[in-house]
């Protein structure tokens, strides 16, 4: 069988995306987005499971969102029920890059509660891009479980999430807002700060409603 140059550039590319280099990993992936081909699509999506660098991750996402919708979908959402943590954050994050809301029927509760604080968040992300007309309350209901989970990085982006969802996520705020956890309630205050107040940031915002959750206060006084 005649091997031909195309063939043999190709086989090199993907030893790239396994080369001990970061630098030359991230060549590899810049080659095959600017570049796309079909065979490239399963190894691309092997890879971000495992790739340990963020910039490299970022950039086989971009090389995948460069592949046609029908070649990428499958396998993505596949990674998405992996029992690697990164697998699935990293589907989810190029899913939301992608931004076809075939994939919205993957983004389950238990996604969106994930116990790894990262693919979480890749799933709240990908879920406010998603979501479909309509389903905005049904969805905030399911990220507002969520509040006072976590540190500060997990917090602001339930918090951004909600927000985004715009007076859709009002109900399970204001529901939230006199929850019996101290944590949630603040969250739930600071959020609700937010929404009203984008331009409010968010570390003063959760100062703020925690001062008013150790005062006995639910924020909701008259």
């Known amino acids: 069988m005649t091997i031909t140059n195309q063939d043999a550039h190709a086989a090199r590319t993907l030893q790239g995306l396994e080369d001990g280099r970061s630098s ?3 060549r590899a992936a810049l080659e095959i987005g600017t570049t ?4 490239f699509v399963d190894k691309l999506i092997e890879r971000c499971a495992i790739e340990p660098e963020f910039l490299v991750r ?3 996402t971009w090389a995948l969102t ?3 919708v029908p070649m990428t979908l499958p396998g993505l959402l596949r990674e998405v029920r992996s029992e690697r943590p990164q697998a699935r954050s990293q589907a989810l994050h190029t899913l939301s890059k992608i931004g076809d809301r075939q994939a919205w029927p993957v983004i389950t509760r238990t996604l969106l509660s994930d116990a790894d604080d990262e693919v979480a968040r890749s799933a709240w992300r990908a879920a406010i891009l998603l979501v479909p007309e309509g389903e ?3 969805l905030a209901a399911a990220l507002a479980t969520q509040l006072g989970r976590g540190g500060r990085e997990t917090q602001l982006s339930l918090s951004r999430a909600l927000v985004a969802l715009g007076e859709a ?3 399970a705020l204001c529901a939230a807002a006199t929850a019996p956890d101290p944590r ?8 609700q700060r937010l929404l009203g ?6 570390d003063f915002a959760i100062e703020e409603a925690k001062r008013v959750v150790a005062l006995g206060g639910s924020g909701q006084e008259g």
Do not use: K
């Open 24 to 26: 030359v990993r991230l």
């Open 36 to 39: 796309p081909d079909p065979r």
């Open 58 to 60: 970022d950039m086989l």
């Open 66 to 68: 460069r592949h046609p």
């Open 136 to 138: 905005e309350s049904v």
């Open 169 to 171: 996520v009002a109900p």
């Open 184 to 191: 949630v309630r603040a969250h739930a205050l600071a959020t």
């Open 197 to 202: 107040d984008p331009d409010t940031g968010f």
